[in-house]
């Protein structure tokens, strides 16, 4: 597999992947379906070709990657242009509240009060990020090594 090759099918089903997204199908489906997707457009576009499991895990983990940086940039754009950033936080605060009422531990609630404050929420947003791109990365190579496994064999003549 090259990899010059593998960045148009990848990036196709990486923007796929994020018109299903905004049409409402579920984000953690949606990062499945990116890898699997994008072995699916691969093949497409060299039918000869064998794809393994582990070749399907790599274009998968990288369509994942774009389909991260392409969904990032769309909620920051419409995040940005719909005004709701004191909604997202109204929210994290919500959630954070819920979690307080849950634990009667001194410092978990000190810690809860931290995450309150600006300072606090723009943490959580920062690992809800990062753990969002390792999901996407992670989950999109398992569709695309799902891909592999069921596409990976040659196209008897």
């Known amino acids: 597999m090259r990899w010059s090759q593998a960045i148009q099918p990848c990036a196709l089903a990486a923007l796929v992947a994020t018109l299903l997204m905004v049409l409402g199908l579920n984000v953690f489906v949606t990062m499945v379906s990116v890898g699997f997707l994008a072995v699916v457009f691969y093949r ?62 001194p410092q978990t609630l000190a810690m809860f009060e931290r995450f309150k404050t600006p300072a606090g929420i ?3 947003m920062l690992i809800g990020l990062a753990c969002a791109f390792l999901a996407a990365i992670i ?19």
């Open 44 to 105: 497409q576009r060299r039918p000869g070709i064998v794809i393994k499991a582990l070749a399907g895990a790599k274009l998968g983990a990288l369509s994942g990657l774009l389909w991260f940086g392409a969904a990032s940039v769309l909620e920051a754009i419409l995040a940005t242009i719909l005004h709701k950033g004191p909604e997202i936080r109204s929210e994290l605060i919500k959630r954070i509240d819920q979690a307080t009422s849950q634990t009667s531990d």
């Open 122 to 124: 723009e943490a959580l």
């Open 139 to 157: 989950l999109a190579a398992l569709g695309g090594s799902v891909g592999g496994a069921i596409f990976g064999r040659k196209d008897k003549p």
